[in-house]
């Protein structure tokens, strides 16, 4: 569950209207139209460019899609993805909001619990990112969903919850050094020295200069020797 939230002639042009001038007001730009969508451009092409990492391309001619045509859900969605990549988490909770409202698409619950996790809505967030995994065991955010629900259950206390967690993720992307110290540091706060050993030393190898690393090793290190 998601936590919150045509037309003919002078109707149809009236509803665009508004509709144009409140995406214009939620991303704090005026209305311009020196910037437009490519001809043929839709939103599975916004999505492509959002998975690309062409995030700020994404931010600006997503909404006048989404204004042009309201029904295309991928626009939304590579909008939600760039604006949280961006660091525009209150704004890519809006859209996202707006967009699951409209849709129920999984993918905007990954980008609404995404952006709740960073503005502190835990409970929320934890919600929105196993709804997604439930429906998208193998989708390009399972990862990185799975790394939030493990710092979602760090902090509420529930460490094994988090182990579980980081290992997966560390299944699907096993080449980030910080999660394998993250999984270190739920291990040594479990007293599982050994396992958390491991887990340092393996980030350690993907990071010889990551200190949260070699600090956990050297503490694993004093704690096996006792």
């Not at 029904?71 to 996202?96: C, F, H, M, P, T």
């Not at 699951?100 to 990112?129: C, H, I, T």
């Not at 070699?214 to 004093?222: P, W």
């Amino acid at each position: 569950m998601i936590y919150q939230a045509n037309g003919i002639g002078r109707i149809a042009l009236i509803g665009m209207f508004f509709l144009s001038i409140w995406i214009c007001e939620l991303f704090g730009q005026s209305p311009s139209y020196s910037i437009s969508v490519p001809t043929g451009m839709t939103g599975s092409d916004l999505l492509r460019m959002s998975q690309e990492g062409k995030h700020n391309d994404v931010a600006l001619l997503a909404p006048q899609a989404i204004a042009k045509n309201p029904q295309d859900v991928d626009a939304y969605i590579g909008l939600a993805w760039s604006l949280n990549a961006l660091k525009e988490y209150a704004k890519a909770r809006d859209i996202a909001k707006q967009g699951y409202s409209k849709f129920k698409d999984p993918r905007l619950a990954q980008a609404l619990g995404e952006a709740q996790y960073y503005l502190g809505e835990n409970e929320a967030a934890l919600a929105n990112l196993q709804q997604y995994l439930a429906k998208f065991p193998e989708g390009s955010k399972t990862a990185l969903t799975f790394y939030l629900c493990g710092e979602l259950f760090v902090r509420m206390s529930k460490l094994n919850h988090a182990d579980i967690a980081f290992s997966t993720a560390l299944q699907y992307n096993p080449s980030n050094a910080r999660w394998w110290a993250r999984l270190g540091w739920v291990r040594e706060r479990t007293a599982r020295y050994i396992p958390a050993l491991k887990a340092y030393e393996q980030a350690i190898s993907l990071n010889p200069n990551l200190e949260d690393a070699l600090n956990g090793k050297s503490r694993m290190l004093a704690k096996i020797e006792d």
